[in-house]
């Protein structure tokens, strides 16, 4: 079955620094690519996703990238601020339509 | 428009002991799915309804996990006995489409501790 390794698992950043979140995969039937967040005590909320039709996708200060040759995505955080802190979850999905998660990482920006 | 309801928020038992949780997906939402998270670990995917079919239940645990949702609406899971290792969050998640064809929504999560 599928496989989602995410790095790091924790990371620091000051604020205005980028982040960046890397997945591998094992799947190469999996077609689609979410980022969930989860804020402390929260639920876990998507923020942006990416198909395998697509390279890149931007939303304002967050990106994900996808390279289905290698089998890894990547999320991109610009300018980050202390609101990103949080732990965040990549998935792969494929036709069974159930999210294969990473272990996560945590996020913690320094005002 | 009311997002995906799970109750208890938190749950301590004792090893041996059931216990129901409860998940009420967003109104309209065919799909629904379980997952578990243990400490530091991944969310794990448990099982998939689709109204109240049981699509994929690969990743229930054992048989000590029962998950039914009568009627299509609601969603239970039960656990029955608790074993230490079941402690984690328990998250219910529904969709309209399907995780890959439209976004699946998480509940707020259940804690349990099984003490």
């Known amino acids: 079955g599928e496989n989602v390794e995410q790095h790091p698992s924790t990371l620091s950043v000051q604020e205005g620094d980028s982040a960046v979140i890397k997945c591998t995969y094992s799947?190469?039937?999996?077609?689609?690519f979410p980022w969930y967040k989860q804020e402390l005590g929260k639920r876990p909320q998507l923020i942006i996703d990416?198909?395998?039709?697509?390279g890149e996708k931007k939303d304002q200060r967050i990106a994900v990238t996808l390279n289905k040759t290698a089998k890894h995505f990547s999320l991109h955080i610009t300018e980050t601020q202390p609101e990103d802190s949080a732990v965040y979850f990549c998935?792969?999905?494929?036709?069974?339509?159930?999210?294969?998660f990473g272990t996560g990482t945590l996020l913690a920006v320094q005002p | 428009e009311a997002g995906v309801t799970q109750f208890p928020s938190h749950s301590v038992i004792e090893k041996g002991q059931t216990v129901t949780l409860r998940c009420d997906p967003i109104?309209?939402?065919?799909?629904l799915y379980w997952y578990r998270r243990v400490m530091g670990k991944e969310i794990k995917f448990l099982l998939h309804f689709v109204k109240e079919s049981k699509q994929d239940e690969s990743g229930m645990p054992n048989n000590r996990f029962l998950a039914e949702r009568t009627g299509g609406t609601y969603s239970t899971l039960k656990v029955q006995p608790a074993e230490l290792e079941d402690s984690g969050v328990y998250f219910c998640a529904s969709s309209l489409q399907g995780a890959k064809g439209t976004e699946a929504f998480f509940g707020q999560g259940t804690r349990l501790t099984v003490v």
């Open positions: 799947d190469s039937a999996s077609n689609y």
């Open positions: 109104s309209g939402h065919d799909n």
């Open positions: 990416i198909r395998s039709n697509v």
């Open positions: 998935a792969a999905v494929r036709d069974t339509n159930k999210l294969i």
